[in-house]
């Protein structure tokens, strides 16, 4: 079947720093993406160019053949392309409700709601799991129930694509169990996802293949299991270790 | 747009209550023996009133300090009295199209420097209405320089009627401000002031909302302006465009509890009463009264009046089930996205968990 | 591409709608607005228990220092006139109460303060309050009322150039200072003193102040011919930080004369650019600037010799008659001499309060005849005070050019008839 | 040809006084990331203080600066303890200290105006309208002094931020607060002291002001704008980053007289503004506008 999402040599350089370098990736339906790679890969470099939020120095990227990169970032998210924030940026004065209603008032226009949006919104904190919460302010969840609401407030924009920067990361197992199996049942709506993580065995649990940045280049794809013993992996994780924060998000 | 939502952008019975309120102020003056000076007072301050709040869409619901709005003030105003001079045109009419072209004038500078945020915007905006400023001053074919201009006397309303043409501009204001707030896009701009970037990675269009409120807020204030003009009969750049006037709307609007509808029009109220009543008697204080206000107000209780209130109202262990409402998109007066937002100014939203 | 519509719609309808309340709101209800019942008692002939005179002065903010002299000008008028049980208006004595309240040099609040002496306190007739500005806005709410406006503070033409019938000025139009000092400075041209043609730099701060002073060198000189030609003209913003620019301008112009209109401040900072860039003039001026003691105290003596200036009134002309009565009364009263503001404060009541002897009644239409027509004997130059309708009720008479000299005297040298000095030009410290 | 030069160099040194104006504002903002709108009034707040020891104490201006630095460098940590301290970090403070600091600016204004009346005061030393001779054109001793008085603080303010641990510590805390509590550093104490300095500075640029202009109440304002539009011309990177916006500011302002009216320099400088601001945002403050 076709490739729903495609990067076709994707660059971006911040001055002389080459943050994402000529890098290829596709992404199928209800298939998941995992993008991993030390810090400073330029992973989330990545993610900000498919989401539109930056400019791609060269190459491009396409939805249903479709571009949607070098867009500002609403145009994608408006074409299926929604993503998540590595720190999670909540509407902090906004109820849960309200969080997840601007994703549906805004996030698909071209679809006029013939509910309620309200009554569809609370289905969708019930499948996330964070309807007990919905009138309350996101500063009064906690971390799992913030990164719960980042998503719930992405697929609230009814995406095709979803793009996970480390929303797993930070959990505690028994959360990070929980959040893996939604995830999947993500997925299982048929809605393809790349997913940025560090945590190891959530990427090798979830992912159908896997991508693996260093420098900014792909270095190595394939199947989880391909990768853990690929050397070129073991050395970009084991070789050098840079705690430099990653370019994008400076 | 309405279709997306289930209830109207104001309750009932906020509508009635606020057509009560209209039609006690309208029907005031006529019952009650109002000194003249009082009466005009009073609609000078429908006019204010309108100009806060229409400052308070840009400096509290999308949360951008304007510096500049004397700019819009200014350029309304002198565009009125322009027409009204040049073509005689009815009064209104005048007004309206000066507010439109303060509009477009406010979009002309806004749709740039609205891509900036906090302090950069305020900057921004103080340059731009200082550069109208001494442009209009100094463009004497179209301000009359530094001696002004005067409209004709005979023609359009008297100072006496001006009081209903007033509180219709308030009605206008506080009608467009509801709906600004209550509506699917008060949820936008609730987003944007929280988090430009977050807000378009959910799909909102962050530039053309801003550039919305801008040229509603500059419209507004131009409209005002050109009330002005009308009251005054004179007016001169040097007083129109003056930095004061951008800094009395901000003063009133932060007085009263930015980001606020009550607030905006509890301000201009209550500036008014203290320039008039106050001042008159301690005049030579009235800066530093101003100052002192303001730091209390920033220290103490960012929300000002309208923070003040709400404390009364948690005191006395008032509390809306927020059950009943769910925010902007709905009926949002109690619930705890209003509130918060209202805290806004305070950045600590657990403040109005209920 | 629907999402583009789409989108398009639910941004620009919210404009729409916005702006059809907006011109619903106003145009729709505009047609039912109450119209006030007018009781106008202004055209009551009976003799008042009291005659009521209204004013408001900026006795705080930027102009609060002078308007606390003409609220002295004004009370020294109206007591002097209730000290003999008041007014006379038909073989009965009539007290003059003047109300007076501080506008606060805003605006809005000298238009609305006008508003409520005439509405609400019922005064007869205004006195005005100082800076054009001012005098300006509140003009146009005595037009609207048809109640006299007597006003000592207001010197700019276009307060008078509206045909407005109600108003009347003091203070000469600023092109008569101008002409003054062009008078005097032709007589030095005729006495061999000051080149001819004299070449004049006229520099003018970019107010109706400094337009009139404009108006008035340019017509002179086109009306002088040969004698002056205007090498620069140049206009400069309020509180400039730097007139190097300018200045630069006038010294390639190589002018003999140099002629600026300039509020306090900026005179300040030109003369001290002017005088450490050793330019040198044979003649300057600063227009009204230069002879007062906060020019000394900034300048220095030496800072400020031999700059010309011309005022409305100089306490000098206190030798005789009225000026001497005037100033006598006045030192007596505040221990201090007056200066030309209080002078003029002073005419501004004596006129009005002149005006109602003569109309014998405080109808308003009488009062506004009389004072169009009067010509009563006064302190001011010439000695004569009348408000031509042919300047729109502005008073017309020269100016009191004066002089400093080294001794840090500043004498009267023109118009002769009341000069108590002799002018010096060219400049003696410029060599060459 | 030469009256340019004359020009270029009375250009050079209005910018003199300019940096002065600007350094800060310019400091506080690098550091604090707050605009300080009582920046004006202690410009003003200071010409004042200069006036008062000239007139009662025939203390020379000059001799003025280090009282007058004192003053408000205890003035500014004043300030900081005792208001904006309290206020939220991030960008709903930035907003609140706008408004704060505006209020504290608009005391000032009251308070000097209740001592001194709103009449303008000047102050004549012996040597405010002496000459010297540059390159065949004359200037004003006293604009030479400001220009070299702001080319000492320059440099001294260059070395404190660059040569000394204190300076390292602002430079440090300006640039990550939060890793600098990590590394031990009082940020709290480096704030005040910051605060202190820029405040010290605005006092300095008003005893400098004070010789050059007549002042009153309301003098300050335009200094205040004029100092937006350095900082934002030559960016917040540096202290001489503060200089060459003053410089282009001056420049700008002089010689607009050859393309528009005189009148209309002023308006140069903010039309500059907003125009940088708009194009080169990212280069602004030296750090990324746009979020």
Redesign the interface.
Known sequence: MTALLVGESVSRHFGGLRAVDNVDFHVDEAEILGLIGPNGAGKTTLFSVAAGSIPPTSGRVLLAGRPVSGKSAHRSVHLGVCRTHQIVRPFARLTVLDNVLVGFHYGRPATVPHRDPREVAMELLEFIGLAGDAHRLPGALTLAGRKRLEMARALATGPRVLLLDEVVAGLNPAEAGRLVGLIRQIRDRGIAIIMIEHVMHAVMALSDRVIVLDHGRKIAEGTPAEMVDDPLVIEAYLGRDEGDEEPGHA | MTAARPLPWISLRALITFAVVVLVLWTGPLVLPLGDYTHNIIGLTFMFMAAALAWNWLGGFVGQISFGHSAMFGVGGFVAARLMLAFGLPTVVGWLVGGLVAGGYALLWGHPTLRLRGPYFSIATIGVGEATRLIATYWSDFTGGSSGLSLPLSSGPTKYQLYWYGLYLLVAAVAISYWLRRSRIGLALLAIKEDVEAAADVGVNATRYQDLVLFLSGTMVGVCGGFYASYQAFIDPQDMFSFDRSISLILMTVIGGIGTVLGATGGAVVFVIIQEFLLANYSQLYLGLYGILLILIILFEPLGLTGLLLRLRRLIGYRRLPADAGGPASTAAGSATEAAAAEGQKGMAEEAQP | MAVITMNGRSARLPAIVALATLGAAALGLAACTPTQSSDDSGGADAIPAKIVIGATLPLTGTESKTGGRFKQGYELAVEAENADGGLDLGGKKVPVELKLLDDTTDQAKAVNLAQRLITQDKVNFLLGTYSTTLVEAQSTVAEQNQIPYVNGGGAATSIYGKGFKWIFGTLAPVENLATTEMQWISEQQAAGKLPKPAKVALIWENTSHGKDFRKGVKDFATAHGTDFQIATDESFALDGKDFSAILSTVRTAKADLLMVDAHLPDFITMQRQYLSSTMCNKLITYGARGAESDARAALGQKGVDYILSAVWWNAQLGDKGLNKDFIDRFTAKYGAAPEWYQAEGYEAARALLAAIAGAGSVNKQKVRDTLSTMNIDSILPGGKLSFPPANGGQADYPFVVQQNLPDGTSPIIYPADVATGKGVAPNPNCKG | MR?AL??AI??IL?AG?YAAMAYGLGLI?GVL???NLAHGGIIMAAAYLTWQLFDRFGIDPYLAIPIAVVVFFLIGVGLYLG?VR???R???????????L??????????V??LF????Q???TRY????AGILG???????ILVFLVAVVALVALHLLLTRTYLGKAIRAVAQNPDSCTLAGINVERVYAFTFGLGTALAGLAGVLAST?????P?FG??EL?KS??II?LGGMGSVLGIASGAVVL?FA???S?YVV???????VG??L??VV??LR?GG??GQR???
């Open positions: 009256e004359t020009l009375s250009a209005l006084f903002y990331r707050i605009v208001l309290f206020l939220p991030g960008p709903a403070g930035a907003v609140q200290s706008l408004l704060l505006f209020g504290v600016w608009l005391v000032i204004r009251n308070i105006y209740l009346t709103g009449n303008d000047a102050i004549q405010a309208t002496s000459s054109a004359h200037y004003s001793v006293t604009r050059l202009f007549a002042f009153n309301s304002a335009s704008l937006f539009v934002v001056a302002e002089v010689f007289i009216p005189p009148y209309l320099t002023t308006a903010f039309v503004l907003v601001l708009v945002p602004l403050f506008v746009l979020r």
